[in-house]
């Protein structure tokens, strides 16, 4: 058998890269978001979670267009590269996803506290971002002591969570039966609001429980027949997360009224599972929630850190290792910025935040496909034009949203996005020759400036 024979077998097949994505898509975000949604828009979030995954449908063809076009270990960042040409541009976008990915890692973090203290006390309550630090801590721990760590923990849970949280789902529709619909609720704080208009603020949020399938894109030189399977792989996880995040809606919907949801929305899942299941059900929720929340930590940690280190070798961020003679630079600017987040804000906060974010990087893959690849990548243009359209307005409803009930957010959100342009800008010029040329760390792709 030949060396490139055996690579070849050692590659992930497209049941391998469904069962792969499908683990980091459904993260910890579901233990929290089903509450946070329940928020906005009462007995309606099931239905949410469908229209999320319409929205995220849209949004994946471009991601799966540029997969099956440029299969790349780099992902998201390669797909920047290849629309906007290395410089401010595919930096600014960049950043924006690398921001995006810590702020989750924070509120993953931050549901990790929230579950485990479902195990003790009322008193102990306010112990749960201290709990969330220890977990970055350690998830930094065990990333420094190597990728054998990740991978031997990934798999092992990625098959708890997935199959624990469809288990869930199905228990407790069959026990609790499906819940009434009304469509009746009120969002507090935001009576001012059209009508409808806070159903299409809270896509925001359940966009968030499907943003795992943006990885999926960094599987190029690790799947077989990757110019396929990538884009396959992106589709069938997707539909597969929509089934199950639906009937948990609609399960916990059945166990829990919307006041009581909303009373318990760090915690929802724990919550419905008491009244269905009993003691023994909340304990198995905690658990798998422990286990789904401890892996995506860990996960995320790795993917994220991997990104920066990515963005300074490509020139597009300062040289990381100026930082001093520390090992794994990127990984300490990770997790110190994941522990800052999850210092100063609450979950509601953090997920708020990250949804901005993501949904900015969003329209920018769709932008730079319809606008600058028609000649590279075979695509129905309406399509990332369609994207863009209904990103906007699920940008600009929850935007307005929290103009009306925490303009903190949108304060925190502009901040960061400001620092990133200019500093982003900045270290550009500092690597630009007078006739405009930028020193790149990627010889494959053209001194573009932008």
Known sequence: MTKNTTKENNKLSLIGSISLG????????????????????????????????????????????????FPSSGGVVKFFNKAYGPGTTTGVFSLLMYVSMVVSESLVAGTFGAYTLRLFPESFASYASILAILLLVTAYILNILGNKVIGATATFTAIIKVAGIALLAIAGLIISG????????????SETMPQGLGFVAALALSILAYKGFTTITNQGGDIKNPHKNIGRSIVYSILICTVIYVALALAVAGGLSIPEIIKAKDYAL????????????????????IVATFSG???SMFSASRLLGMLSNMKQ?????????FKNPALIFTASLAILLTVLFDLT????????????????????????????????PIIPLIAIVIDIA??????????????????????????????????MKSHTDNEGNMEMGMKNLSNKKQ
């Open 22 to 69: 499908t683990g980091v898509m459904i993260g910890a975000g579901i233990f929290v978001l089903m509450g946070q949604i329940a928020e906005l828009v009462g007995d309606l979030f099931p239905i949410a979670f469908i229209a999320g995954a319409i929205v995220v449908g849209f949004s994946s063809y471009s991601y799966v267009k540029f997969s099956n076009a």
């Open 178 to 189: 499906i819940a009434d619909i009304t469509g009746d609720y009120i969002p507090e704080n």
């Open 270 to 289: 724990a919550a419905a599972a008491k009244p269905v299941f009993g003691e023994w059900g909340l304990w198995i929720t905690i658990a798998i929630a």
């Open 297 to 299: 930590v860990l996960a």
């Open 317 to 325: 961020v300062p040289s990381l290792k100026k930082l001093g003679n």
């Open 349 to 380: 906060r953090i997920a708020s935040i990250g949804a901005i974010f993501y949904l900015i990087m969003d329209i920018a893959i769709h932008w730079g496909l319809f606008r600058y690849l028609k000649k590279e990548v075979k695509f129905q």
């Open 394 to 427: 699920v940008l600009v409803a929850f935007l307005y949203l929290k103009y009306l009930n925490d303009p903190l957010v949108l304060i925190v959100a502009a901040i960061g996005i400001i620092l990133i342009l200019v500093a982003e800008r900045f270290f």
